[in-house]
């Protein structure tokens, strides 16, 4: 029996060395599961949970097997190494062919070996009795690999590496996929020579070799084994697992394809090769993710655009399901295998970040890259500087901000090639639309080489933004599925139809036949409308206010015969069981009267665990009716048949042709439905409104930098000087000029000039004590420098809102005199956001008799919402103590959490607010997860939340690894309400995760291990 000397190598590292070691890898701010619940103030959330997009049920993880079964190949090889290589006269082919052959006969020895994994420790023991066993691995399924013959089980790497033996005299061309593999192993081989990392602990374990001479003539510097070990290795840091001869194969021409692929794309061609320029096996992924076998035509087009090839900027526009995304995604492939830079993708939600991590983890396992999560306290600033793989960087509008801030303070920012911004209109929504102008107009402004790429279905304005992002346009009216848009006005159902003269078509009389009592309930005929679709198809309808969707829901439900109760029972009982343990032992009781016909309401006041629940339940068809707010439509990929909007009003304001646009645009499933429709339900009173709103153009995008001044030009401004990007007055006006305010300042007011507003802003930061430097007519010419102060540098780097970092450093001072550190709730004080305070009101008679400041009781108010949550950890209890919604108190705890993380970078600037360093990182912790702390590993996961943890953790799925190492099947089977396609993109965000941890530590490695170029003394 070999022994395992890698394994024993590896283990031997203390387990305190490796949790220090870990604990530097941590992220300032704690990674955590945040990204999955709600919005939080600062606008950073999602208005819904998003499902799993429509991937198809291939099982993609089938040819995968553990990384750790490559140990046992290790023994194997060392074995046979030790045993045949004393023969001097053997040659490197031989050898390699004895070694394969030896392997081949070798499959019983490999099913004595037992498998165990700590972490990303793997630990290989010796079991005399044991059967081959992976950590999660059925074992039906092991027995199944381990009747294939271990030739098909060696990895690529080890392949090449046989390859490489073969052909060593002639060093051959190399693509680039090869090439990585190579510096990868290369540097691994040193490591292991390296007599600091492993040689120790190699040289204990190994018997003294009395053919080492022999062995250095044929290696040269390295053994056969010590070459298999590094391949392998690099093959387990590319996460490309123990693959068939036919995935080799593929491999092979992966990589040939994308070593052409990228000599194309440098010669500008415009013959760019088999997909897009991309490798054949990009194409297949698709079919089999996605279930996308060929392009739609605008889609090829628009991928053709000379300008697209020449790099240019893009915006793209089409009816929403137009399939905008398919674009986007092959170009952001492009950058990252072919032209090997990184990538940031935009996305206005944390929900939607997830959705397309866990979307995209796949492809980055499969080829190679990184896919990084940067939503609610998730990301590194600046991200890890990776040597051999590129990053995807998915985030929202405020972390893709804050992520370029860090790239642009490291002078990193020329390393991002492309960057993606899907719903380009959001440039015009309030203050987060400013945080996106800013971050675009840095980009513009300090890497001329960046691409950038927009797109969106509700844009008008085009003219402005492509000035703005000096961009090309494309747009089609391309929508796969046909949409017929209706309105109802009493019993009478109207197409909308331009060609006529008002606007409306006379379409059909509704077909219903009411009670006395149905009618007085339901005046509006939902029931009627709704029935024509359910339970057969899906049906949504857009409510204007949260009570309202609750209250259609318990309508609707209440008067559906009782034959909707049959349909899908035993799922429907399930998913309130499922609502029951999520809800500790209560579910909503609305919830629980509709959700047996099939119903349920949807809106911001759920948790997140019940929002996905339902979501799931809507996707699969369990249930068929959602009476839904707004927030719904905002991207979240949840399509229907029929889309009902109840009234043109969204709370108390009229429809948004935008919003109506996005409402209306979840008609029709493209490649499920033939047809989608919506109907818009009118009183008599809206029939003129009504009629604009469905003619007139869609409303245009303006700048919001000067709607709230400290979110949007001052701190813009502060940033500018902060960052270095514009230090003199003259810079600055320089630089506003690309913005899109710039681009847009003939719609300013008369009163000051574009160039005065500026000077007016820098002037109040100076006044605030942020910024230094004179900026007066004289000093303007005299191009005098504008610094930053530290409380300056503190508010930008911590995303403080302007209009609060004053108080904040009083209030941080203040607790420097007494921090009451008895319980955390002084800290909580200090870390409970001051945006939320407007939208509390305490119950709290005593207090507000007194003659005290309204913001700091209400403040103090909810901080005791979240000391009391902390304490119990259950949202259900907290949210029926203080009487608030749960949802609400979901956001709250949410945007506390965010909040703590920018004060600790906050307090990180400035030196006298050391101590609340340490305070701040475990609070942040607590605030982020409030959750068991057994749960924390494996919430990182995207997408997997607090129910489902328990769910898996309870299962037996206790860390990353566990779950990056699960077998689809065995998952659906033990975890309830759990699908395959669910499972599988549980194993693919957990491997990249993974990946991505272990990744982070080589680096690590490296660095501390890297040999300074100024050592005194030494040229
Ligand atoms: N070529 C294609 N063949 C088949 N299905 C496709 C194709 N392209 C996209 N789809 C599918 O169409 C659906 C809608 O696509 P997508 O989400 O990209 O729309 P969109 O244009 O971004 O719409 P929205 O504006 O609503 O976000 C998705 O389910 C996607 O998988
Ligand atoms: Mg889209």
């Keep these: 029996m070999a022994e395992p000397k890698l394994a024993v190598c590896r283990k031997n590292r203390s387990s305190s060395e490796r949790k220090r070691r870990r604990a530097l890898v941590q992220p300032v701010a704690a990674s955590s599961p945040m990204a999955r619940k709600r919005p939080s103030s600062d606008g950073e959330g999602p208005p819904a949970e998003a499902p799993f997009s429509n991937d198809s049920e291939e099982d993609m993880f089938g040819d995968y097997d553990s990384f750790y079964g490559n140990d046992s190949l290790i023994a194997q090889v060392a074995d046979i190494e030790h045993k045949y290589l004393q023969d001097k006269n053997i040659d490197v082919k031989a050898a390699g062919e004895i070694v394969l052959g030896n392997l081949q006969s070798g499959v019983h020895q490999k099913e004595q070996d037992n498998f165990s994994a700590s972490q990303n420790v793997v630990v290989l023991k010796s079991d005399k009795e044991g059967a081959c066993q992976m950590c999660d691995s059925d074992p039906a399924d092991g027995n199944q690999e381990l009747a294939e013959s271990v030739l098909d089980d060696l990895p690529s790497s080890q392949l090449l590496c046989f390859e490489k033996m073969d052909e060593l005299p002639s060093a051959s061309r190399t693509s680039p996929i090869s090439e990585g593999r190579n510096e990868c192993v290369n540097s691994f081989s040193d490591k292991i020579r390296d007599p600091l990392s492993y040689a120790g602990a190699e040289h204990r374990d190994r018997p003294t070799d009395s053919s080492s001479r022999s062995k250095c003539v044929l290696f040269k510097s390295e053994s056969l084994k010590d070459h298999l070990k590094s391949a392998m290795t690099g093959n387990a840091r590319a996460q490309t697992l123990q693959v068939s001869k036919t995935k080799q194969l593929k491999e092979a021409v992966l990589s040939e394809e994308i070593f052409v692929a990228r000599k194309a794309i440098e010669s500008s061609s415009l013959d760019i090769g088999p ?42 526009s089409l009816p929403t399901s137009g399939g905008k995304t398919l674009v986007a995604e092959i170009i952001i492939l492009q950058e990252l295998l072919c032209r090997q830079k990184d990538v940031l993708m935009i996305l206005p939600y944390v929900a939607i970040v997830q959705e397309k991590v866990r979307g995209l983890s796949s492809f980055g396992i499969e080829l190679g890259f990184l896919v990084e999560e940067y939503a609610g306290s998730k990301g590194r600033f600046p991200p890890i500087k990776r040597r051999i793989k590129k990053s995807l960087y998915i985030a929202t509008i405020e972390k893709g901000h804050a992520l370029v801030n860090s790239l642009i303070e490291t002078e990193r920012i020329n390393d991002l090639g492309l960057v993606v911004v899907d719903e380009l209109h959001m440039l015009g929504a309030g203050s987060r639309g400013a945080v996106l102008e800013i971050t675009l107009a840095k980009i513009l402004y300090t890497s001329k080489k960046t691409q950038i790429v927009g797109m969106s279905a509700t844009l008008n304005n085009v003219g402005d933004l492509q000035k703005f992002l000096q ?21 009478t159902i109207y197409a909308v139809d331009s060609k006529t003269q008002n606007g409306f078509a006379f379409s059909r009389l509704l077909n219903f036949k009411y009670s006395s009592n149905l009618e007085k309930a339901d005046p509006d005929h939902i029931i009627a409308l709704v029935t024509e679709v359910i339970p057969k198809y899906s049906c949504l309808i857009f409510c204007p206010t949260k009570k309202n969707s609750e209250n259609v829901a318990s309508m609707v439900s209440k008067y559906l015969k009782k034959e909707f109760r049959a349909h899908k029972e035993k ?7 499922n609502l029951k343990s999520i809800g500790n032992g209560t579910v909503c009781p609305v919830l629980k009267q509709t959700i047996p016909f099939g119903i349920a309401y949807h809106h911001s006041g759920l948790t997140n665990d019940e929002r996905k629940s339902i979501e799931e339940a809507y996707s699969a068809g369990v249930l068929c009716l959602l009476a839904c707010t707004a927030t719904l439509a905002a991207g979240v990929n949840l399509p229907a048949r029929r889309v009902i909007l109840r009234a043109p009003y969204v709370g108390n304001d009229f429809l948004k042709k935008s919003q109506y646009k996005q409402m209306t645009g979840r008609a029709g499933r493209a490649g499920i439905d033939s047809a989608g429709e919506s109907i818009l339900i009118v009183q008599e009173k809206d029939k003129h409104l009504v009629q604009d709103l469905v003619h007139s153009p869609l409303e245009n995008c303006y700048s919001n930098l000067l709607l709230e001044l400290t979110k949007g030009m001052q701190s813009l401004l502060l940033s500018l000087v902060g ?3 514009a230090v003199t007055h003259e810079e600055v006006d320089n630089f506003m000029c690309c913005t899109l305010l710039g681009v847009q300042q003939q719609l300013l007011s008369k009163e000051k000039s574009f160039s005065e507003i500026i000077k007016d802003g820098l002037e109040n930061l100076i006044e605030k004590g942020l910024l230094k430097g004179g900026i007066s007519e004289k000093d303007h010419n005299s191009k005098s420098t504008l610094t930053i102060t530290p409380l300056g540098k503190a508010t930008y780097k911590g995303s403080i809102d302007l209009a609060y970092c004053n108080i904040l450093y009083r209030e941080l001072k203040k607790g420097l005199e007494g921090l009451v550190l008895e319980s955390n709730l002084h800290l909580l004080y200090l870390s409970t956001p001051y945006d939320m305070t407007s939208t509390c009101s305490p119950d709290w008679m005593i207090y507000l008799r007194q003659n005290v400041d309204n913001a700091v009781v209400n403040r103090f108010y909810l901080t005791f919402v979240l000391y009391t949550l902390l304490k119990e950890t259950n949202i259900w209890s907290v949210s029926e103590k203080f009487n608030l919604s749960r949802g609400y108190v979901q956001n709250l705890l949410n945007s506390a959490a965010s909040f703590a993380s920018c004060l600790l970078h906050f307090c990180e600037e400035l030196e006298e607010f050391w101590v609340y360093k340490a305070l701040l990182m475990e609070l942040t912790k607590q605030l982020t997860y409030c959750v068991k702390t057994e749960l924390i590993p494996l919430m990182e996961v995207a997408g997997v939340l607090e129910a489902r943890a328990k769910q898996l953790y309870n299962a037996g799925y206790k860390t990353l690894a566990h779950l990056a190492n699960a077998n689809p099947e065995t998952l659906v089977r033990m975890i309830e309400h759990l699908s395959r396609r669910q499972a599988k993109q549980i194993i693919s965000s957990a491997k990249m995760l993974l990946s991505e941890k272990a990744e982070a530590l080589q680096e690590e490695v490296e660095e501390l291990l890297k040999v300074p170029t100024d050592i005194p003394g030494i040229h």
């Design 275 to 316: 997909f897009y320029g991309l490798p054949s096996k990009v194409k297949e992924l698709f079919r089999q993710l996605r279930g996308i076998e060929t392009l739609y035509e605008w889609q090829h087009d628009c991928l053709m655009l000379e300008s697209l090839q020449q790099r240019k900027n893009l915006i793209y």
């Design 471 to 491: 961009a090309e346009y494309y747009t089609n009216n391309f929508r796969p599925v046909e949409l017929k848009e209706y309105i109802k006005i009493r019993d």
């Design 571 to 577: 799922e429907k009982q399930d998913l309130i069981k």
């Design 723 to 725: 960052l270095k990007i």
